[in-house]
């Protein structure tokens, strides 16, 4: 417990620290959030590679200094764009069309970041590096945090329709192809902003694992939102103690208190019923 | 009436379809039967827009089915649903009320009086809060029942509503069935039981991958027909029994 005190203690002290927490607390709201339409919709593939696909546009941002943002942006959108095509225009399969356009995207990205010479940065990108937040990021993760939370307030019902019945919502008139793709623009921002604190790599992590942990605990989606919020508010500070107190990189750190509070629902959540609880169905 | 003219679908080169023409009349009860594979699914999301069509067109007394999207209700089969979504019966019910409202309005006191009292008339009220997976088949289908009467619809179209449900919950759903066409709307049922032809469609449309025949239940249900869409086994196993008793 001496270490959790000197967490805290430590917090009080370093605006480095504070200014770390800020984000994490941030972008496990927003990947929270976002990762629970992502999980529902059974795009969990899309979501890893459209968080991979960034990479080029993270890589030009850098290069002709603009933002970061807007390079990732036009890459992961992009990059949904270009698997929807491929799926739609050929006899392959949406998995293997997922496959083929985020690797080569990923791989572009290697190659110009290693032309832009900077390594260090390469790694930061790959496994996040929290506790070099700026302060223009914590302006940007903020932005990020409204824009996620305006569109999901704004576009519940949609999100809820197509998510749930995508031909129903079809029927009744609603543009569904637009409402994919403003959650994949959203889905990009997300990953941005997540970059800093879990690294490219390891963003679906925090789409997917708080997203699945509260699905197990609720019936409710609004209340799924909600927890799966909570639960990657949990993982991220839970996670920094950790980076903070063993030395451990951010991103990993943060993913495996993720990943132990699903394991624990795996086992203990009613919904789940892993003790065979199993609720009857009334006829 | 609900025109379909010409349309021809195809998957790749193999046409499901070809050149299908076919009326649904206005306060009807119009049955679509065929056998296994014989595109009747294929035909509603044809006439839905829902599926890309080679050619041919659909229009209701004229209008383009774009335009009046908001006037139809379509149920489809329950196996193509997610049953696990963290969505209850209630909620399931007034997304009925989404067509309606449109971007930026979100159900409120009205609509969600309109979806209780949906619910009430299939008689699941006391399952409003109960989430969907929670349900018998019969159950689940009165709530996407439900949900096409908040929709408040013109034309209403089921994919094989009553697979896999109970009777009562047939016999209910039937009954709502029966109120709308005396309402005067425009009711489509894709089914499979030949047994209750009779009993429920008030036109027939016969399918095999084309129009077998189309028009009143009592001139096109005959053996002839059932012959050439289904078996001449079928036909004689449906017909001989009748013929034998006249």
Known sequence: MTSVMEFINALGKY?????????????????????????????????????????????????????ILIGAS????????????????????????????????????????????????????L?????????????????????????????????????????????????????????????????????????????????????????????KLSWMLILSAILGVISSTVGLYFSYTFNWASGPAIVIVAAMLFAISFIFSPKQSFFKLKRSVVQ | MLNVKNLTVAYDDTPVFSDVAVNFNVGK???????????????????????????????????SIEKIRKRIAYVEQRKDLDLTFPINVFDLVVTGTYGQLGLFKNPGKKEKQVSYDALKKVSLEEFANRQIGNLSGGQLQRVFIARAIVQEAEIIILDEPFVGIDLQSET?????????????????????????VTKYFDDLVILNHGIVDFGPTREVYNSTNIESAFSADLSSVLFQEKEGVQ
């Open chain 1, 74 to 125: 036009l890459f992961g959108i992009l990059a949904a764009i270009l698997i929807g095509f491929v799926a739609s225009r050929s006899k392959i399969k949406t998995d293997t069309s997922i496959g083929v356009v985020f690797s080569a995207f990923y791989a572009l990205g290697f190659i110009l970041i290693s032309m832009a010479e900077s390594s260090t940065n390469l790694h930061h990108i």
């Open chain 2, 172 to 196: 209910a759903i039937m009954k709502i069935l029966k109120q709308w066409r005396d309402e005067g709307k425009t009711i489509i049922v894709i089914h499979h039981d030949l047994n209750k």
């Open chain 2, 29 to 63: 009860i119009t049955g679509i039967i065929g056998p296994n594979g014989a595109g009747k699914s294929t035909l509603i999301k044809a006439i839905l827009n829902l599926i890309k069509v080679r050619k041919g067109t659909v229009d209701y007394d004229g209008q």
């Open chain 1, 127 to 219: 496994f996040g590096n929290i506790l070099a937040v700026s302060d223009n990021d914590i302006m940007t993760t903020a932005i990020v945090l409204g824009v996620v939370i305006l569109f999901v307030v704004v576009f519940y019902k949609e999100l809820l329709v197509t998510s749930f019945d995508e031909t129903y919502a079809r029927t009744y008139g609603l543009k569904v192809q637009i409402i994919h793709y403003a959650l994949m623009l959203v889905l990009t921002l997300v990953t941005v902003s997540a970059l800093q604190t879990v690294g490219i790599i390891l963003v679906v992590a925090m789409l997917i694992t708080p997203a699945a942990t509260a699905f197990l605990w609720t019936d």
């Open chain 1, 15 to 67: 605006d480095f620290l504070q200014s770390a927490l800020l984000t994490a607390i941030m972008v496990g709201i927003m990947s929270g959030i976002v990762g629970s339409f992502i999980i529902l919709r059974g795009m969990s593939l899309m979501g890893d590679a459209i968080s991979h696909a960034v990479l080029p546009g993270v890589a030009v941002a850098y290069m002709f200094g603009f933002n």
